[in-house]
Nanobody, 124 residues
């Protein structure tokens, strides 16, 4: 059974930082990527970034790449999203996802499994 569990969300003031974690288990893909998405209520889910598990290469949304960084810990099956210089518009539920599909990693259809999400709220 595949499980993805996000943690680290919370309330932070604008300009602050947060580090989200995603612990996962049960994945059997030979090659896969871990992605981060975010969603504001009433809006579509938005790609934040992704990391290829085998090589560690990363892909980011252009608008976020200067402030957000994705990393991984192979030994603990964890992926992290470091968010700096946070803005009120970063407020959203952040989701971790795992996949090995044929689509690009920025596309939701690439992903087979999703976590439950963690709320990030940035106050002005």
């Amino acid at each position: 059974q595949v499980q993805l569990v996000e943690s680290g969300g919370g309330l932070v003031q604008a300009g602050g930082s947060l580090r989200l974690s995603c612990a996962f288990s049960g994945l059997t893909f030979s090659t896969y990527a871990m992605g981060w998405f975010r969603q504001v209520s009433g809006k579509e889910r938005e790609f934040v970034g992704a990391i290829y598990w085998r090589g560690g290469g990363t892909v980011y949304a252009d608008s976020l790449k200067d402030r957000f960084t994705i990393s991984r810990d192979n030994t603990k099956n964890m992926v992290f999203l470091q968010m700096n210089s946070l803005k009120p518009e970063d407020t959203a539920v952040y989701y971790c996802a795992a996949g090995s599909g044929v689509y690009a990693v920025a596309v939701e259809r690439f992903y087979n499994y999703w976590g439950q999400g963690t709320q990030v709220t940035v106050s002005s």
